[in-house]
């Protein structure tokens, strides 16, 4: 997963949660999923972009 793709899942996870706060799809029946989808969505989105910012570990030449 590329920066892009990462971004992406944040922005949409914080779209189906935006959604959900502002009652949009609070009235369909099971708008939990959405809650549950939108926070899944957010985080790892971020946990990727975390992994993505680090700098890769030295290798070890011996052996």
Do not use: H, I, Q
């Amino acid at each position: 997963m590329n920066r892009w793709t990462a971004c992406a899942a944040v922005a949409a996870g914080a779209a189906l949660l935006a959604l959900y706060l502002t009652d949009v799809v609070a009235t369909v029946p099971y708008s939990v999923f959405a809650v549950l989808a939108g926070t899944a969505l957010v985080v790892d989105g971020l946990r990727k972009l975390y992994r993505l910012r680090r700098p890769p570990k030295p290798r070890d030449e011996a052996g």
